[in-house]
């Protein structure tokens, strides 16, 4: 088994040692993978988030017409062949927008939780490998953003940058930080006790060399785990930010300010709350199925649970 | 456990300390000049007043000094003026806060009714159908957002059914039932994301208690099974879900941001919001201050009820 927790599969005799290594790498991936899928709903999941990313790649090639321009049919017509989710109180079609809005959110989420990701990682290797003043203020610092509700405090971080999608997503960023720098200050400090991180200092290797190469790699498995949790997180704040009038600024496509836009027209146009609300739901439990997923492969304690 | 306790209402005070500083920090960073906002439009070129209300605010001075005064100011309780009314910002957040903290129990009272039976009947059938149900259930609640569960509500009892009221706020104060009425939507969209998180913490905890010898002894002594989970493991399994309870609190008063915006409900969320909105900053930071300290005590209590239910922590 390797550091990930996953089951090296034995390679069959190939003649190059490169093609040896890329089989095993194959079959490790396959055994990942059927690991991952088994976990009840994780198959759902990926396929919805690889549909999604598919969606805000290729917007421009799979949505029927333009996100902002005035469709024809005029204002909230309800759904029919030519706009099969109807248009909105601009008459912009809404299954354009909301291929648009993919695109807003898959954004907001990556580029969020990578900032949150590249801080915490950071602050908690740091933290748990010195321990002492630096864990202790860090952790305070970890702590003292932790105790913000989430929302509030994107709130209040996102009214100082301005509204906009850039400064949303530094937002979230900021207020997740804590949560990697919790997660990997807890691995760092089991991980650098262990004997290959010993030998690797006992034979002089510099205090960045021991984090990045030696402990670093040791603790990368839950924080995949948590990253694709907290990408699903993070939609739904850009989401409520956008709502609450933050977030990207209109007339681009988000699914927060479309349902912003959208719930004043109810009793009209139903459809103008339920397209994006259902947008988000699915991409969202579809990143919790993944997550899930990816908890049972990557934790061999798990690993019958899983099975069950 | 004195000790304990000590320590950690010594840690308390220490990330109180860096909230307080953060919360200063992002009310120094909002856009705007304060002293403009309090002089008035009218009043802009009025180059003396506006040096006044410099000094008066302290804006003159160095921004250490600035957070020194206000720290100050804030443990006597003195929050600033708000920019919109005027009034002391501490007023106006203490004539809200009942609003949210209604909200919030509300949405725990209903997301407990919720999470517990259906936590209960997943754990004591594993796989079976009721079991699927409530792991849809629960999957569902995580992943649906509080906003557009509110509109989809509103839609279906408030529009469609006509049964209850789309949005408003009537105090207890002013009868059981109409409040009641007015909090049962609101509640049931803030709270379905905790009722979730519950659901899957009770079931897998339930779970793990049933699977322990002394609930094998207490089914051998001829218990019949709703004495032996209702008294026996669930005490126990209830442990952890007390935790999660306290941690989920923050999640509870960050999401009433929206959801008092969407129902109309004059809390602590919707003036965050309207503070925002207005430049209001000496208010925003008291919002944003007073609900971190709700989180940072929610989550001191938990840590002490959770103490004193564990004895490894509490003689440890």
Known sequence: ?308 | MTEYVLRRIAYFVAVLFVVTLVTFSVALLLPGDPALAYIGEANMRDKTMYETMRKELGLDQAIPVQYAKWLGRALRGDLGRSIRTREPALEGLLARFPVTLHLTAMAMVVALLIAVPVGILSAVRPNSNADRAGTVLAMSGVAVPDFWLGIMLIYAFSVWLKVLPPSGYVPLSQGLWPSLLSMVLPALSLGMAFSALVMRQLRSSLIEVLQQEYVLAARAKGLPESRVVGRHALKNALIPVVTVVGLQTGRLFGGAVVVETIFALPGLGRLAADSIFFRDFPMLQGVVLILALAVLLANLLTDLLYAFLDPRIRYG
């Open chain 1, 1 to 308: 088994m390797d550091s990930l927790g996953r089951i090296a599969v034995h390679p069959r005799p190939t003649t190059t040692a490169a093609g040896r290594r890329d089989l095993t790498r194959s079959r490790r991936l396959s055994a990942f993978l059927t690991r991952t899928l088994r976990t009840r709903g994780a198959g759902f999941g990926l396929v919805v988030v690889a549909v999604v990313l598919l969606l805000a790649l290729g917007a421009d090639l799979i949505a029927p017409y333009s996100p902002y321009e005035r469709q024809q049919t005029g204002v909230l017509a309800a759904p029919s062949p030519v706009h099969w989710l109807g248009t909105d109180q601009l008459a912009r079609d809404v299954l354009s927008r909301i291929i648009y809005g993919t695109r807003t959110s898959v954004q907001a989420g990556v580029v969020s939780v990578g900032f949150a990701l590249i801080a915490g990682v950071f602050m908690g290797l740091l933290a748990g490998y010195y321990r002492g003043w630096v864990d202790e203020v860090l952790m305070l610092l970890a702590d003292a953003l932790w105790s913000f509700p989430t929302l509030v405090l994107a709130l209040a971080i996102a009214a100082s940058l301005g509204p906009g999608l850039t400064n949303a997503m530094l937002a979230i960023g900021i207020v997740f930080t804590p949560v990697f720098t919790r997660l990997v200050r807890g691995q760092t400090l089991s991980v650098r006790e262990r004997d290959f991180v010993m030998a690797a200092r006992a034979i002089g290797a510099r205090p960045g060399r021991v984090m990045l190469r030696h402990i670093w790699p040791n603790v990368t498995a839950p924080i995949i785990v948590q990253a694709s949790l907290l990408v699903a997180s993070a939609i739904v704040v850009e989401a409520a930010l956008s709502f609450l009038g933050l977030g990207i600024e209109p007339p681009a496509p988000s699914w927060g300010s479309m349902l912003k836009g959208g719930y004043q027209y109810m009793q009209q146009a139903l459809w103008l709350s339920v397209a994006p609300g259902v947008a988000i739901f699915v991409t969202v439990l579809a990143f919790n199925l993944l997550g899930d997923g990816l908890r049972q492969a990557l934790d061999p304690r798990l690993w019958r649970q899983g099975e069950s």
